[in-house]
């Protein structure tokens, strides 16, 4: 075993030997912090997630998702020059919310709905804040003097770096031809989908939940009674690390509202190890997301700092 292995071992080991040592000697905020990441799985996520989980999951399955995205085809196949299966997740990827994107573009290339080059480019722009999330949530307990102008910076934006990406770096990626391979690719009848959309989907927001109780867990590191950080730095490293429990915190405070817009691209901590669970059989890399979503970060920083102070 290599030094690096060793060492990450180490650190991992006293990663979680002193979180044991924070919900033990304090577990009055253990339990106030997993409290919190629970109600909002339950209250938020189950409510607004995991019906479009089944939903999605049966379209796909039964191939109902390409006729749905003919609607939409003359727009968004054009622009981005894509195929209807991606027409289809870029509209419930921004719609239904994150994780769904990350979770649609594995289960499309798993029944070879899309390549792989698609799916790289797709999850660069795909995987976001939904909107009930975004406006229900974020804009009640971080409220701005011009919501629709958040609407959109965060939905325009990515959209736009999107197709930034397209007609850049992804400019040679070919199109999933559906006609050339439509007898190769077997639709499965209702109920067998219905069945797999439901186990699929019941696995898929019970992972969600759990990471979101261990990640509000974590913010034992910023607040116990050992040490305590500057105000400013618990709250943004908060939002790293769970951006729900950190925006119910920043709420307390308008001076820090912008924090809460600029990391929300990026999604904290809780967010990409989320995603990487999502698509850690797709083939894709969770690096090239995480990087896609530093630059959505920033972008978004300059506008919310330059047009919005």
Known sequence: MGFHKKLQNFIGVLFFVCLLLFMLTDSKHALEFASQGLLVWFHTMIPTLFPFMILSGILIRTGLSEKIATLF??????????????????????????????????????????????????????????????????????????????????????????????????????????????????????????????????????????YMILFNVMNLFLRNRYFCLPYAFQLILGCLLEISGGIHVLSNDSMFYPIAYVLLPFGGLCCIAQTFSMIRESGLHIQNYVYHKVIQSVLTAIFVFVFFS
């Open 73 to 210: 085809e003359p727009i968004l196949g054009k622009v981005y020059r894509l195929s209807p299966n991606c027409v289809y997740i870029i509209l419930m990827g921004f719609l239904c919310g994150f994780p769904m994107g990350a979770a649609l573009i594995t289960e499309s290339l798993s029944f070879q709905r899309i390549t792989k080059e698609e799916g790289k480019l797709l999850l660069a722009f795909c995987n976001n804040i939904g909107p009930v999330y975004f406006i229900g949530y974020v804009l009640k307990n971080c409220p701005t003097k011009n919501p629709i102008a958040s609407i959109c910076l965060m939905y325009f934006l990515p959209l736009f770096y999107g197709l930034f990406l397209r007609h850049t770096i992804f400019r040679n990626t070919i199109p999933y031809c559906d006609k050339k391979r439509s007898k190769q690719v077997l639709s499965i009848p209702f109920l067998e989908s219905l069945e797999q959309s439901l186990n699929k989907g019941i696995e898929s927001i019970t992972k969600l939940g759990g």
